[in-house]
């Protein structure tokens, strides 16, 4: 709904400006050029990401839904970089807890993308000897400390929907921020 309104917004002031009997500049600065303060509640910046670590265990669905509700989605790591820094920072809180992200291999058995934008699931973050569908029913991808021994978050697929399988969760939030200014 704010995008549409977003969107509206943009589409009534260019109306006005290309109306108006006066001259305007138009320029398009992206970022923050002013670094003015920014309250991404309930999201956490990590680096140019924002995110949600929702703290009940739930099975894959549920976590969806719950990043739906915020008008969010399960995180998607495009990046190994975007990954390192998502798990640095849960490492850095001393958290153990597995976590659920977007990706799966729902739409076809072995073939893993993100869920968020069917793009493949391209970083090698992968726990040893992971994917492998044990019981042939894994098919949502967490992560976490996979392993009693591991020493790393890693990537690792398992059932999406049973009493095995309650996770915590990353949403993240695409941010599409708009401000206008007119100088006249």
């Given amino acids: 709904m704010q995008k549409i309104f977003g969107n509206l917004i943009l589409f009534l002031t260019y109306l006005s400006i290309g109306r108006a009997k006066e001259k305007y500049t138009t320029f398009v600065i992206s970022g923050n050029p002013h670094n003015l303060a920014v309250n991404s509640t309930p999201f956490i910046r990590i680096d140019d990401g924002y995110y949600n670590f929702g703290q009940d265990k739930v099975n ?11 008008g969010s ?17 849960l490492k850095n809180k001393g958290e153990r ?10 739409g076809k058995q072995g073939t893993h993308n993100w869920f ?10 992968w726990a040893p000897k992971q994917p ?10 967490h992560l976490g400390y996979i392993y009693g ?4 978050i890693q990537l690792n697929d398992r059932p999406c929907n049973n009493a095995k399988s309650l996770f915590k969760y990353v949403c993240e939030a695409k941010q599409e921020t708009v401000s206008i200014v007119l100088w006249k």
């Avoid at 989605?73 to 920072?89: I, K, M, P, S």
Wanted: glycine share 6%; with cysteine.
């Fill in 60 to 70: 894959w669905y549920v976590a969806y839904e719950n990043c739906r509700k915020l």
């Fill in 73 to 89: 989605e399960l995180v998607t790591f495009e990046t190994a970089e975007e990954f390192d820094a998502v798990t640095g920072y």
């Fill in 97 to 106: 807890s597995e976590h659920w992200t977007s990706g799966n291999d729902l």
């Fill in 116 to 125: 968020a934008d069917a793009t493949p699931i391209n970083i090698n973050r």
């Fill in 132 to 141: 492998d569908n044990a019981g042939g029913n894994e098919h949502c991808i």
């Fill in 149 to 152: 021994d591991s020493k790393d």
